[in-house]
Every structure is written in structure tokens, then in C-alpha cells.
């Protein structure tokens, strides 16, 4: 499904220019002058070679309802995109003048071969940007206000990683005092913790790759804007300084005094499983402690996220992989290449070239046999974890798999 289209009987008009690949084209959209506030704001969209190291901003956002609904204008023309994009569009004004890449535009996504291309160039897409801006959400007002004495206010005097390190660790410790907050003010950055990790943002599996390659992140929560690194250390600390600094009794105690929180949802947002691997692969990579991953590995950390397209759980991986992984497995949306296929070639890829194909196995949920109590596959020899490899990439989110017995030969 596409989040922008550009054949309807509502009069829009939009055609693409083909991009040449063998000069490494992207397209690249900027904000025509205008007023700021104007309903429908235009945009010129221009094939531009990465090979001439254009500056541009990169953004990464959640799709949403894939039904492209809006009408924006792109070089002129009549545009169709989604509800989503098309919010994101409005604030992107403040970019007028600059310009930025964004998927559901800068790819024609009904053009499949292009489609696939594009996706193969998506890891120096973002990679080159001046920045990738992250679009996590929309919220009220009032609820970016307490983020932002959550994420921004305790390291306004930060500059360097290490500041920022040795802050948090203060503020954990309770050496770090600022303005004394009301109990009020307590829930309010509770529930803005709370909302800023249960983001769908955070469960996409192609931000991985997109928060992990930039140069540089930027937050967009609402209102308010703010650097990675803000997100990571006010995340880990700050919320959890409020917390002692009342007691964790007196804040689950605002219970009964909200209609608005569930603790048990709280804390299962608080300790959201994607939201704490990406940040910590995060500060990995941007360390250099991590380097490129087998593909296997990747699965292992990120499966399991969300896609539209159940290939892209592979797809979307694939910019953080061994150069060994990235030239067996080609992004390809073909229609004749279901996803079934994709996870086929994956698990053939893995079993092959891995050091230790049988840690494979580990990840099997095979039945049980109830006599002996043992796993049914090592009773029933190579028919049976042929039979299961199906269940391997299950574990990673993946289901439908089956793999030929001659893989494990």
C-alpha cells in the first residue's frame, strides 16, 4: 500500500520522473516560500544524484492508516497522502527552504522495481542526511510541557556526551537538585513518560536502521523538539529522580486520584521491550562498541517489530548487516516474491553461512513428546527439524515458514 498516490478521480494530477539508479538518484522534496499558516502548503520534488553529497534532512515517521486521504501540492500537481503525512507535512514547514527526504513521497511506491531500489539505498540515504528527524507522536500541550522537564530542562547546560552521562548519574543518585516540583507536576511527567514510550513509533522495524545510520537524531514529541541523547539519559534518569524524590508509594497513590492511569499499563509502558533495545543499541553504535551485525544477530535483537509489509521485517534490517548478508538478500517487492519466499531465503542464508547453524535451533518452539519428554524434532531426526525450521523464524515474529530438508544437508 502506498502512503501517497497520484492517480484519482479527485483530480490529482502528480506524475514522477524516473530516477536513474546507476547515478545513485533519490528524490528530494523542499517547502515552497508561503505563509506559514496556509492550509495547503506547496512543495517542489527533484531527482538529485547522492554522488554530488546534497544537504538534506532525513525524516522518519509512522505511517499509519495507509489510505492516502490528504491533498497536498508537488511541483504544482495534485498529490494524495496519507492523514499521517500529511500532519507531519504541516509542521515540516519549518524546514522552508531545505530540503528533506521522506519515504511515502520520495519513493513512487506503485513503481515496484524502483520501490526495491530505493529500499536497497535507504541505509546511505540515511546515512548521508544532515540529520534524521523523528516524528514520534502527536500530544497535547501540556503533556509536552512535562517532557520537557523530563528530557530537556535537568541538561540545558549539558554540551558533551560526557556531561550528559555524568548528570544522569547524579540525578539517579539524588546529588543533581533543580526547582522543587509539585506532587501535581509529578503526575503530569509520569504520564508524559508513560506517553512518550508507548508511542507506535518506537515498534517500527525500519527506524532501527534509520535511528542507528544517522548522524545525528533529532525528537519531534509534540511541540517540543529535542536531541536523541536527551530521549536516552532524561528517560533513565529523570523520571526516576521525581520518583524517589517522592517515593514510589506516594506516586502509585495518585491512582486513586487519576481516572487516567493504570499502573499495570504504566509500568508495561515504562519498560516498553522496543523502545529500551533501540535506545541502548543506540548509544552501542553511536560508541562504536557495536560495528555491523550478522543478519541473524539483528533478528535475534529486532524481530518481531511492526511493518506494512511483512518483508521489510528482513528489508528493514538489512542496512545494519555484514556485507556477506547484504549481498545474498536483495530487497525485491514483486509480487511473485511473497513473503514466505523472503523468510525461505533468509533461513537457507543463515543455515549455510552461519558459524554455528545449530544455535539456529534454539529459537524452534517444537512440540514436545509426551513419553519421553523430549523435543519431538531430536527424536524424529532431520525430517522433523526440517518439518520445524518453520518455528525458528517464528520466534523472530515470522510465521508460515517451511524450509527443505536439503538446507540442512
Known amino acids: 500500500m502506498s502512503s501517497a498516490s497520484c492517480d484519482d478521480s479527485s483530480g490529482v494530477n502528480f506524475s514522477y520522473t524516473p530516477l536513474r539508479p546507476?547515478?545513485?538518484?533519490?528524490?528530494?522534496?523542499?517547502?515552497?516560500?508561503g505563509e506559514l499558516d496556509a492550509e495547503i502548503q506547496p512543495f517542489d520534488l527533484h531527482n538529485i544524484s547522492l554522488n554530488d553529497y546534497p544537504s538534506y534532512i532525513a525524516l522518519s515517521y509512522t505511517w499509519g492508516d495507509p489510505t492516502p486521504r490528504e491533498i497536498i501540492y508537488v511541483n504544482g500537481k495534485a498529490l494524495l497522502v496519507t492523514e499521517n503525512l500529511s500532519r507531519i507535512l504541516k509542521r515540516a514547514k519549518e524546514f522552508e527552504g531545505s530540503y528533506f527526504w521522506v519515504d511515502g513521497i520520495c519513493i513512487n511506491q506503485a513503481d515496484i522495481p524502483e520501490r526495491s531500489c530505493q529500499v536497497d539505498a535507504m541505509p546511505r540515504i540515511y546515512s548521508s542526511a544532515v540529520k534524521v528527524v523523528a516524528f514520534i507522536g502527536d500530544a497535547p500541550d501540556a503533556v509536552a510541557g512535562a517532557a520537557r522537564k523530563l528530557f530537556m530542562d535537568p541538561f540545558l547546560d549539558c554540551k558533551t556526551d560526557e556531561e550528559f552521562k555524568v548528570r544522569s548519574t547524579d540525578i539517579r543518585e539524588g546529588r543533581y537538585k533543580?526547582?522543587?516540583?509539585?506532587?501535581?507536576?509529578?503526575?503530569?511527567?509520569?504520564?508524559?513518560?508513560?506517553?512518550v514510550n508507548s508511542q507506535p513509533w518506537f515498534n517500527r522495524c525500519w527506524i532501527?536502521?534509520?535511528?542507528?545510520?544517522?548522524?545525528?537524531?533529532?525528537?519531534w514529541f509534540g511541540n517540543m523538539s529535542f536531541p536523541?541523547?536527551?530521549?536516552?539519559?532524561g528517560r533513565e534518569s529523570a523520571w526516576e529522580y521525581r520518583l524517589k524524590s517522592y517515593g514510589m508509594e506516594t506516586v502509585f497513590a495518585l491512582q486513586d486520584h487519576s481516572t487516567t492511569i493504570n499502573m499495570d499499563i504504566a509500568l508495561a509502558n515504562l519498560?516498553?521491550?522496543?523502545?529500551?533495545?533501540?535506545?541502548?543499541a543506540w548509544t552501542e553504535w553511536s560508541e562504536r562498541k557495536d560495528g555491523r551485525n550478522t543478519l541473524f544477530r539483528l533478528l535475534q535483537?529486532?524481530?518481531?517489530?511492526?511493518?506494512?509489509?511483512?518483508?521489510?521485517?528482513?528489508?528493514?534490517?538489512?542496512?545494519l548487516a555484514s556485507e556477506k548478508d547484504q549481498a545474498a538478500i536483495l530487497p525485491d517487492y514483486s509480487e511473485l516474491n511473497k513473503p514466505s519466499a523472503v523468510f525461505?531465503?533468509?533461513?537457507?542464508?543463515?543455515?549455510?553461512?552461519?558459524?554455528d547453524p545449530l544455535e539456529i535451533l534454539y529459537f524452534a518452539s517444537p512440540p514436545y513428546d509426551q513419553t519421553s519428554k523430549r523435543p519431538a524434532h531430536l527424536l524424529r531426526g532431520y525430517e522433523r527439524v526440517s518439518a520445524h525450521l518453520s518455528d525458528i523464524l517464528a520466534g523472530f515474529g515470522f510465521s508460515g515458514i517451511h524450509a527443505p530438508l536439503e538446507l540442512l544437508k
Not at 208 to 219: C, D, F, G, R, T
Not at 228 to 233: A, F, I, S, T, V
Not at 271 to 280: D, E, G, R
Open 22 to 33: 546507476e547515478k545513485s538518484e533519490i528524490r528530494l522534496l523542499r517547502a515552497q516560500p
Open 271 to 280: 519498560n516498553n521491550v522496543h523502545t529500551n533495545k533501540l535506545l541502548v
Open 344 to 355: 525461505r531465503t533468509v533461513a537457507s542464508h543463515i543455515i549455510r553461512t552461519y558459524e
Open 178 to 195: 533543580d526547582t522543587e516540583a509539585s506532587i501535581e507536576e509529578v503526575l503530569e511527567q509520569w504520564c508524559a513518560t508513560i506517553k
Open 301 to 319: 535483537r529486532f524481530g518481531g517489530r511492526s511493518t506494512t509489509d511483512a518483508r521489510d521485517r528482513i528489508y528493514g534490517l538489512l542496512g
Open 228 to 233: 536523541m541523547r536527551n530521549l536516552y539519559y
Open 208 to 219: 532501527v536502521q534509520e535511528v542507528l545510520l544517522a548522524k545525528e537524531v533529532e525528537i
